[in-house]
């Protein structure tokens, strides 16, 4: 089945610099490539989301990049703010098939301090 | 903005006890989720659930599980003779069917066993 690795599991950076993360994924018939957010006590919050016949996408301050070949992608935010301070999850899922499981990785900790 | 909601947001029961999380997935999802995320862990797929059967299940979804559509809207979770280690906080999810792949996570049930 599907693993899904994450690096690193934290990250602090200073308000204004940018953060990456990185995943790795396992099943090459994986095509569909979601990042969450998740603030304390609340439920993951999708943040942006990438399909496998796209290289990379962006909205605003996030963009999210995949490479197919090598099975990684990756999450950038520019411009960190001190509310991005959250735990973010990757995830992989194959959507060919109904109601696949979405399988994360073990996410991490973004601290941007003021 | 439709949401997935859970009820309780926390739930005590004593070890050996049944107990029955409830959510109500967004009105015109069909697909529906549980996973589970252990404190300061990854989020963990249990179970999917399209057109009134369980789709696919994990390891972690054994005979201890159960889920059920009840009515038109709600979506449940069993645990039957809970164990210390069923400790975790359980969030519910839904997605649409065709191109909107997205899955919406609901704030979760914390789920202390005692």
């Known amino acids: 089945g599907e693993n899904v690795e994450q690096h690193p599991s934290t990250l602090s950076v200073q308000e204004g610099d940018s953060a990456v993360i990185k995943c790795t994924y396992s099943?090459?018939?994986?095509?569909?490539f979601p990042w969450y957010k998740q603030e304390l006590g609340k439920g993951p919050q999708l943040i942006i989301d990438?399909?496998?016949?796209?290289g990379e996408k962006k909205d605003q301050r996030i963009a999210v990049t995949l490479n197919k070949t090598a099975k990684h992608f990756s999450l950038h935010i520019t411009e960190t703010q001190p509310e991005d301070s959250a735990v973010y999850f990757c995830?992989?899922?194959?959507?060919?098939?109904?109601?696949?499981?979405?399988?994360f990785g073990k996410g991490t900790t973004l601290s941007v301090s003021s | 903005e439709p949401e997935v909601t859970q009820t309780p947001s926390h739930q005590v029961t004593q070890m050996g006890q049944e107990v029955i999380l409830r959510c109500v997935p967004i009105?015109?999802?069909?697909?529906f989720y549980w996973y589970r995320q252990i404190l300061g862990q990854k989020v963990e797929f249990l179970v999917s659930?399209?057109?009134?059967?369980?789709?696919?299940k994990s390891e972690i979804f054994d005979d201890q599980f159960s889920v059920e559509r009840p009515d038109g809207s709600n979506f449940t979770l069993k645990i039957r003779s809970t164990k210390l280690e069923d400790s975790a906080m359980y969030f519910c999810?839904?997605?649409?069917?065709?191109?909107?792949?997205?899955?919406?996570f609901g704030q979760g049930t914390r789920l202390t066993v005692v």
């Open positions: 099943d090459s018939a994986s095509n569909y």
């Open positions: 009105s015109n999802h069909l697909y």
């Open positions: 995830a992989a899922r194959t959507i060919n098939q109904a109601g696949t499981a979405l399988i």
């Open positions: 999810a839904s997605s649409d069917r065709g191109t909107n792949t997205e899955a919406f």
């Open positions: 990438i399909r496998s016949n796209v």
């Open positions: 659930f399209y057109n009134n059967e369980i789709s696919e």
